[in-house]
């Protein structure tokens, strides 16, 4: 093995080691979180949420952590025999002391539903049996569970049960609410403290001082009511829906933006189960509380197959005369011509009959969109695959102080990413004559350039809730600024500055420029449906003044398509040590033979006994072969604008990528694996090995396990493939409906 170090191009990356927690670390948690309330929450916080606080410090600390243990556990019903935490020893005393001061109950009626659910399939059997003999002894869990509820009261159930050695965690809903001030929604435990001290999540660094989310109490209070109650619906009993939509008629009326799209979420969902459940008046009256788009359109269907016709046509004229959302606007109008001017489709069905349609080759049809991508740049275009990421990463840059870095940028604890100002829609009021002062610099592309790529680079990898990392987004938006005009760049930020939670999805997969300028494409394959938010963002981009369509792509066998099958002889099967000791490959189009490429490579590494004795490939043969970095310009050369095709494909093209990875750079091509095709499109066959299926089609196999005739076998496979692959794509071709 060669140790020439000019060749040696392997990256060695340090392997990242768990971090190790601190005995009490679960408690160091808790106590972290009830700090950051007292002091940042001290004002939304009723006498019961500041008497759990206190009572807590004056816990001994065995039975603090014994507490919090609960409180990291799933459900609050416990088996006490089933408590055990090595770091604690005998937990006795610190049990008693938490029933003694009650943080800990046995379980009574009013706990019934959640100690069935706790219970074993054996335990609940036990206590029913004896009163119904008759109950079939082979009921699943959620069947026993049923019959309980069906057949026993709560009072009679629980009398027969052994409470004594089951304990009930209590202050359950104080300890709730505490963690909703902290983390801003309904959070099961501290696990989120525990990954990041592990290192799995991470933790903004922007700011070490927080403010809170809730200016007062009732604003605070109103929030965790809605987000409790939308919490709990999603693991709420199909039984138990019922009593949940009859409180619907004592919910608050919400004074607050943030908690009225948590109650429209809670509307729409819970009408939607009793809408399932077949009660449509229930979900026709959990709907109209509702004041989201989604609401309203079920409103409208349900006045329309009630057969209230007259109620649904004045319903729809009000959601467009006074519309509350864009989205709203656009369901309104599309269901009124729909419904009441006799229009036969749907606005998403016009637009994807009219779109435009390309021909990729079906082999592609893994990544349609990187695959338009190389169809575009064919015809000499620039295309970029930038979906949400070009918007985000543009307003992100731009105005990067104000969210983040001004005193007036508000972030609410070390877990949150997302400015306040943007979930609160109070961005642009806030900031708007620093918003303008940065939109009058799209007239200065060299200055903004500078500008965005000083912050880029002085702030790259940071963690932030509105955009990620990626350099090539970078490349698009200096692309986007070199060709768009500015005016309808502005009305796109702008509309971001004072909408973003609704508008920070749905943009089209793909920035073109052609020769007319800049071109948004969104890219749709048969049976693709086109959103309703994708939908909106293509008329707000026209509107704001960009070109912005609907791309459908057919799938053909393309008979200019190029394929590089390929064949690689390697050190051994499996692990990141092994490498490339030859390869083979054959450029086909038009199903002809075009081009070959054939290489031994020094491995730079021992070749094992039995690959020598399975490859014939002795390491004399490659002690003065290139090194893989020597050929990999090549090699990319000729696999350039191909499609990667190879006989169990994933071998590979792994060990390919694998070797680019080592020298720093990134592989990624489609591919097509001649095995599963065969398998397939020729079914039937006892073994799809390369040397069996040579065998049952004839085709030669003289130097079976040496790159190049391996390569030209699965290149005969290919042909097959793609006789049978023509005759298919001509009989499913699929019109949109």
């Known amino acids: 093995m060669s140790t020439n170090p000019s060749h040696d191009q392997t990256h060695w990356v340090p392997l990242r080691r768990r971090r190790q927690l601190p005995t009490y670390y679960y408690h ?33 600390l065995p039975a603090q952590c014994l507490y919090v243990r609960l409180v990291n556990r799933k459900g609050r019903v416990f088996a006490v025999n089933r408590l055990r935490y090595d770091e604690l020893g005998d937990i006795t005393s610190a049990l008693q002391t938490l029933r003694d001061r009650r943080w800990v109950a046995r379980p009574d009626d009013s706990h019934f539903h959640e100690v069935l659910n706790f219970l074993t399939k054996a ?23 049923a019959f309980a509820r069906e057949h026993s009261t709560a009072a009679e159930f629980m009398s027969r049960l052994d409470t004594d050695r089951l304990l009930v965690q209590r202050r359950v809903d104080e300890i709730n ?23 799995v999540v991470r933790t903004q660094s922007f700011r070490q001082s927080y403010e809170p989310r809730f200016n007062d109490q009732g604003e605070a209070l109103e929030h965790y009511f809605f987000a409790s109650r939308l919490h709990r619906l999603r693991s709420t009993r199909a039984d138990d829906i019922p009593d949940l939509a009859a409180q619907a008629a004592d919910w608050p009326e919400p004074n607050y933006s943030g908690s009225a799209a948590t109650r429209d979420k809670l509307a729409y969902h819970l009408g939607r189960r009793m809408e399932l459940a077949g009660d449509l008046e229930a979900a026709l009256r959990l709907f109209r509380l509702g004041e989201s788009a989604q609401c309203s359109e079920r409103v409208i269907r349900l006045l329309l197959s009630s057969g209230r016709r007259d109620e649904a046509e004045r319903f729809l004229e009000r959601c467009i005369e006074n519309p509350r959302s864009d989205e709203g606007v656009l369901i309104a109008l599309d269901l009124y011509e729909r419904k009441f001017a006799r229009k036969r489709t749907s606005v998403v069905t016009d637009v994807l009959r009219a779109a435009e349609s390309i021909d990729i080759d079906e082999a592609n049809s893994g990544s349609p969109e990187r695959a338009a991508v190389d169809h575009y740049e064919r015809q000499g275009m620039r295309a970029f695959r930038v979906e949400n990421a070009l918007w985000r990463t543009f307003f992100g840059l731009l105005f990067w102080d104000e969210l983040f870095v001004d005193a007036d940028a508000t972030l609410h604890s070390p877990f949150e990413f997302v400015p306040s100002a943007l979930t609160d829609g109070g961005f642009y009021a806030r900031n708007r004559s620093a918003i303008e002062s940065r939109l009058s610099q799209l ?5 903004l350039k500078r500008d965005l790529l000083r912050t880029s680079t002085g702030h790259y990898g940071t963690a932030n809730g509105v955009f990620r990392w990626r350099r090539s987004i970078i490349d698009a938006l200096f692309c986007l600024l070199d060709h768009a005009e500015s005016k309808p760049m502005r009305e796109m ?12 999805y749905g943009y089209p997969d793909l920035l073109l420029i052609d020769e007319v300028g800049v071109r948004f494409v969104e890219i749709k394959t048969e049976g693709d449906q086109l959103r309703r938010n994708q939908l909106l963002r293509l008329q707000q981009l026209r509107e704001a003044g960009f070109r912005a369509d609907v791309v459908r792509v057919r799938w053909v066998l393309d008979p200019n398509q190029k394929y590089v099958v ?14 490339v000791t030859e390869i083979g490959a054959i450029k086909l189009q038009n199903g002809k033979i075009i081009d070959r490429f054939e290489t031994l490579l020094n491995p730079q590494r021992s070749i094992p006994p039995n690959i020598t004795r399975l490859t014939g490939i002795t390491p004399a043969m490659v002690a003065d072969s290139p090194y893989f970095a020597d050929i990999a310009d090549d090699f990319e050369a000729f696999l350039q604008d191909a499609i990667f095709v190879a006989h169990n494909v994933e071998f590979d093209y792994r060990f390919i990528a694998q070797e680019f990875q080592r020298i720093g750079r990134d592989f990624r091509y489609p591919k097509l694996c001649t095995c599963t095709s065969m398998r397939r499109l020729y079914p039937g066959q006892k073994s799809y090995s390369l040397a069996a299926l040579c065998r049952a089609y004839g085709i030669t196999l003289k130097n079976h396990h040496r790159a190049m005739c391996d390569a030209e076998a699965a290149a005969e496979l290919l042909l097959l493939i793609n006789e049978k692959r023509a005759d298919a794509l001509q009989s499913s071709s699929a019109p949109y409906s």
Not at 30 to 59: K, P, Q, T
Not at 443 to 447: F, K, L, T, V
């Open 443 to 447: 007239d200065d592309r060299a200055s």
């Open 493 to 504: 930020l702008r509309r971001l500055c004072r909408d973003y939670s609704h508008v920070r």
């Open 177 to 199: 609410y505490l963690l909703f001030l902290y983390f801003g929604r309904v959070q099961d435990g501290l696990s989120q403290f525990t990954m990041r001290d592990l290192g």
């Open 123 to 145: 335990e609940i059997s036990g206590v029913l049996l004896p009163s119904f003999a008759g109950m079939s002894r082979s009921l699943r869990k959620d069947e026993l569970v």
């Open 566 to 579: 390929v064949d690689v002889e390697t050190t051994g099967g499996r692990g990141e040590h092994h490498r």
């Open 28 to 60: 160091e948690h808790f106590i972290e979180m009830l700090d950051f309330v007292a002091h940042h929450y001290g004002h939304a916080l009723r006498d019961e949420h500041v008497d759990l606080i206190d009572d807590f410090g004056r816990l001994p």
